[in-house]
């Protein structure tokens, strides 16, 4: 099946500090790339889909200057999370889809999600 | 626009025993895809059925199956012989083929007793 790795797994920072994620598709070239936030024992939520070599997507409430996504090939991603603040601690989960010759998507492979603790 | 209602905040099922956990969504897409996913506490999303709505035969995955009704904008997971490793968070999501996002429900956590 498709893999999906995410770096780091877990990261601490100081407040106002940048903190980058990677998010790898190892065995396929991703199209598309979603990243999610989620709180303990809630749901995930969509911040942004990145098409790779153009701008990120953002959802609506999401601050594009805080998280700064860059797609800069089929197989990479990145989340910046700029100034870090403590309220920006949170899971945060990528996860990436293929088109198919169709032109559609049927699915999203998931990374194993990084863990951001800003004190 | 799609959402997702997953109404069971939680719930529990004896060992062995089958459990059905419920959600429901709106969209005015006629073709599209719906999920369940399961998060253990590694927090990993994990995959566990896959319903293309365009298709009337229920998907079946060894002990998990769904049932799908269009109509209705239902879409239910059954859990048969319950294994204290299915003890997770459940996400039902929808996914319309175009833009490829996918909408999430609140989420149902099971926890499968001895």
């Known amino acids: 099946g498709a893999v999906v790795s995410q770096h780091p797994s877990w990261v601490i920072c100081k407040s106002g500090t940048s903190v980058k994620i990677e998010c790898r598709s190892l065995?396929?070239?991703?199209?598309?790339m979603f990243w999610y936030r989620q709180f303990p024992k809630q749901s995930l939520m969509l911040m942004a889909t990145?098409?790779?070599?153009?701008?990120?997507?953002?959802e609506q409430g999401v601050e594009k200057d805080k998280f700064l996504i860059n797609h800069a090939s089929l197989t990479l991603s990145t989340l910046t999370v700029t100034s870090a603040h403590p309220e920006d601690s949170s899971f945060y989960i990528c996860s990436a889809s293929l088109l198919l010759a169709s032109g559609n998507y049927n699915e999203q492979f998931f990374g194993p999600g990084t863990r951001l603790t800003v004190l | 626009a799609q959402t997702v209602t997953q109404s069971q905040p939680e719930m529990s099922v004896q060992e062995a025993e089958t459990v059905t956990l419920s959600c429901t969504y709106d969209t005015s897409e006629s073709n599209y895809y719906l999920f369940w996913y399961k998060q253990p506490p590694s927090r990993q999303m994990i995959l566990v059925i896959r319903?293309?709505?365009?298709?009337?035969q229920n998907a079946t995955e060894n002990r998990f199956s769904v049932n799908f009704q269009k109509a209705a904008k239902s879409f239910s997971l059954k859990i048969s012989d319950s294994q204290l490793g299915d003890t997770a968070m459940y996400f039902c999501?929808?996914?319309?083929?175009?833009?490829?996002?996918?909408?999430f429900g609140q989420g149902t956590e099971l926890s499968v007793k001895p």
């Open positions: 999501a929808f996914m319309d083929n175009q833009g490829g996002k996918l909408i």
């Open positions: 319903q293309e709505a365009y298709k009337q």
């Open positions: 065995d396929f070239q991703a199209t598309t």
């Open positions: 990145s098409n790779e070599g153009s701008k990120a997507t953002y």
